[in-house]
């Protein structure tokens, strides 16, 4: 199983980017794929989940702003973060399987290396 991050960077408030995670090594459009999050001096949170069926699920803290989508065609996910605050800044992890809560097992065999995420002026 892998899992590749990227499109992580430096961005000002407001703005936006949009991650990627590459898999390969499973079937992936018979998972459930999700992002996290660990933010400087905390553990790794949920972001968003999204199922096989494309079904969607975010922390209501980041519903509107984050919008988490697949590719089953090109094995990929992606987290579509718009209105970025200095808050949103920490690496970015995509993992395979549902994982929803925070404080997460950071299994390495579970979750991508990440992408770096800095928002600031």
């Known amino acids: 199983v892998q899992l590749v991050e990227s499109g992580g960077g430096l961005v000002q408030p407001g703005e936006s980017l949009r991650l990627v995670c590459a898999t390969s090594g499973f079937t992936f459009s018979q998972y459930s794929m999700t992002w996290a999050r660990q933010v400087p001096g905390k553990g790794l949170d949920w972001v968003s989940v999204?199922?096989?069926?494309?079904?969607?699920y975010y922390p209501d803290n980041l519903k509107g702003r984050f919008t988490i989508s697949r590719d089953n065609a090109k094995k990929m996910v992606y987290l579509e973060m718009t209105n970025l605050k200095f808050e949103d800044t920490g690496v970015y992890y995509c993992?395979?399987?549902?994982?929803?809560?925070?404080?997460?097992?950071?299994?390495?065999?579970?979750w991508g290396q990440g992408t770096q995420v800095t928002v600031s002026s």
């Open positions: 999204i199922n096989s069926e494309g079904s969607t």
């Open positions: 993992g395979r399987g549902a994982y929803i809560g925070s404080d997460l097992d950071r299994d390495p065999g579970r």
